[in-house]
């Protein structure tokens, strides 16, 4: 089955950090792009960071110090390293990954950071 597999998420004091993990499973291949994206309550889904094939990243403002995105290309993996984690981070966060033709989400994780 073609899936994403998010893991990683949790409860964190402010200040605090987490480590996201994505896995892709072995009917995914080909991924170009990986990306993480957060939706919190009541608002849009918004994109966090991403990572392209050559390792190129991109992060919105409002992370940028502060989390690192990063892949494993062998085990299909997708990494979001939050440091300095703010009550206004708390969101689900999504994994997507994009091919040529389609792309995949994952099912989310919850971060939930207290103040």
């Known amino acids: 089955q073609a899936q994403l597999v998010e893991s990683g998420g949790g409860l964190v004091q402010a200040g605090g950090s987490l480590r996201l993990s994505c896995a892709a499973s072995?009917?995914?291949?080909?991924?170009?792009?990986m990306e993480w994206y957060r939706q919190a309550p009541g608002k849009q889904r918004e994109l966090v960071a991403a990572?392209?094939?050559?390792?190129?990243?991109k992060y919105a403002d409002f992370v940028k110090g502060r989390f690192t995105i990063s892949r494993d290309n062998a085990k299909k993996t997708v990494y979001l390293q939050m440091n300095s984690l703010k009550p206004e981070d708390t969101a689900v966060y999504y994994c997507?990954?994009?091919?040529?033709?389609?792309?995949?989400w994952g099912q989310g994780t919850q971060v939930t950071v207290s103040s």
């Open positions: 997507h990954a994009l091919q040529i033709s389609r792309d995949y």
């Open positions: 072995r009917m995914i291949f080909s991924i170009n792009a």
């Open positions: 990572i392209n094939s050559g390792d190129i990243t």
